[in-house]
């Protein structure tokens, strides 16, 4: 993805350690959303049918009322240093929160781990992604060591101590930038993992499409192998040449997934290049192996003349360059209970523009502002399924109605 739009995305890069901004050095380098703003470049229009977030400088937590639409507020409950990754642990009720310099933290201010002295800092890097294990035994965090190899790392953890760490998978990346790093465990208690095209511009090693690298993948695993297990049931068990971790492929920059919690459906946030961003979906009950198109297409339009068949069209797609838009950053679809009007809309936002819209789940076209949050990094859902959103200046806001 192009770190936000020339010199803007350019800028949040050099200035923030992984900002999130599109890429395109010719595609700055970018990443989800992910400590360098994914990134993205080059004007467009949406394409007819798609949902078209608006445009608008980034704001801080601000709250906004659009038509049929109640209104949110923004409360800030914490802050932390470059916050991108946001998880709740089973039986627990503090809130853990990734800071890409290296920590893990609670919302008590307490640091679980501590890997500043390990992780590459700057552009993508860093620590990007932190799930626990269902059961609350383990917790998994996806973060670069200084060479740039992206590492998902186990620890066991029992509330106060993270003990009995080991690396459950480890992937070289050819550049520093779409390093992808979501980690989520998905309804069937398997661990899915983001990762991007390995960078640069364009894909050039054409990863998103080679189905013989985890690179521009989602991943699927039991991390509780030695080092992890492959579900026997994977899309690719059994094809020759084939990873058989890829869950799903033809994805640049996937910064941010997430699970509906009540249907199970999988909302996929891609971090586009040149043009267009856009939001994948998969339906509960799939059987994995979706082509979302990259590096053939990126959005809904052919990129450098890609051809292909069979691929899985974009649910979501609004212009780069437009109002100040160049990462887009997926969200949850609200389950909670706080906010009746909200239930059922898949909340998304991007990081350069602040906008946070919201999209009832069967008229995504019906997309409307929410509320903004300045240098917007990830979401966060707790475990009664309130949301949380994430900024990397640093606060941690609550979505709560005004």
């Known amino acids: 993805m192009n770190v936000v739009r020339l010199v803007v995305a350019v800028l949040l890069l050099v200035l923030l350690p992984g900002a999130l901004a599109a890429c395109s050095p010719a595609d700055p380098p970018a990443a989800a959303p992910a400590p360098t703003s994914p990134g993205t470049t080059g004007p467009a229009t949406p394409a007819p049918g798609t949902t078209s977030p608006g445009t608008t ?35 627990d009720e503090r809130l853990y929160v990734a800071e890409q310099p290296g920590r893990l933290r609670t919302s008590g201010g307490d640091t679980v781990i501590d890997l500043t002295g390990e992780v590459s800092r700057g552009n993508e890097q860093g620590l990007l992604g932190v799930a626990f294990h269902p059961s609350g035994r383990w917790v998994y965090l996806d973060w670069t060591d200084k060479s740039g190899r992206t590492h998902v790392t186990e620890w066991a953890y029992d509330g106060a101590k993270a003990t009995a760490r080991r690396d459950v998978l480890t992937q070289d990346q050819p550049y520093a930038n779409h ?17 991007g095209d390995g960078g640069s511009a364009g894909d050039p090693q054409g990863n998103g499409q080679n189905l013989g690298t985890l690179l521009g993948k989602i991943l699927r695993i039991d991390p ?15 094809k020759e040449g084939a990873r058989t971790e890829i869950w799903a492929y033809g994805l640049r920059n996937p910064w941010r997934f997430t699970f509906d919690r009540e249907t199970g459906d999988l909302w996929i946030g891609d971090v586009g290049q040149n043009a267009w961003e856009e939001v994948d979906y998969q339906p509960a009950g799939s059987e994995g192996g979706e082509n979302y198109g990259w590096n053939l297409r990126e959005g809904e339009r052919p990129f450098r003349g890609g051809k292909g068949r069979e691929l899985v069209d974009p649910v979501i797609v609004y212009p780069l360059n437009e109002g100040g838009n160049c990462s887009v950053i997926a969200g949850y679809v609200y389950r ?7 239930q059922g809309q898949f909340m998304y936002g991007d990081f350069c523009a602040g906008w946070i819209k919201a999209a009832p789940v069967d008229e995504l076209e019906k997309a409307a502002e929410v509320g903004r949050v300045d240098q917007l990094s990830s979401f966060g859902e707790g475990h009664d399924g309130e949301l949380y959103a994430l900024s990397l200046e640093g606060p941690l806001y609550r979505i709560e109605p005004a």
Request: hydrophobic share 35%.
């Open 179 to 195: 390093n992808g790093g979501q980690l989520a465990f998905g309804p069937d208690g398997h661990l899915y993992i983001a990762l």
């Open 336 to 342: 909670g209970k706080k906010i009746p009007w909200l």
């Open 57 to 91: 400088s980034p704001g801080t937590a601000t709250p906004t009322r659009a038509a049929g639409f109640g209104e949110l507020r923004f409360k800030e409950i914490g802050k932390f240093e470059q916050p991108v990754a946001f998880a709740v642990r089973a039986g």
């Open 224 to 238: 509780r192998g030695k080092p992890y297990k492959v579900p026997e049931d994977n899309p690719f068990v059994g």
